[in-house]
């Protein structure tokens, strides 16, 4: 993938709410962040069937290793679906313990 395809991919996914804001602090975390994963896309860029963004193969850890994966932002409706049913996911998922 060109850099210029993956500086694409990153604007998009920002877009879906990673680093978006109209503050300053924000949007130059935002670029830092980009810049700092611009520094693995040499090694590879891919997609997941979830729709992350990998960047960085690692063979080197294992077969299917990838240094960054960003994951998109949730949607309104799932966090709302979280939110309403909050308490009877936190009691399913605690009672092992």
């Not at 924000?26 to 990998?54: D, T």
């Not at 998109?72 to 996911?89: D, F, G, H, M, V």
Request: include cysteine; proline fraction near 2%; hydrophobic fraction near 35%.
């Amino acid at each position: 993938m060109k850099r210029k395809d993956l500086e694409n991919l990153l604007t998009r996914f920002s877009r879906l709410g990673i680093g978006h804001s109209k503050n300053i602090k924000n949007q130059m975390e935002r670029k830092e962040l980009e810049r700092l994963l611009m520094r693995f896309s040499h090694l590879g860029v891919g997609h997941s069937k979830n729709g992350a963004l990998l960047i960085g193969k690692a063979p080197h850890i294992a077969e299917y290793a990838w240094l960054n994966v960003m994951y998109p932002c949730a949607s309104k409706t799932e966090i709302r679906n979280l939110e309403e049913n909050w308490e009877q996911l936190f009691r399913k998922y605690t009672k092992i313990f």
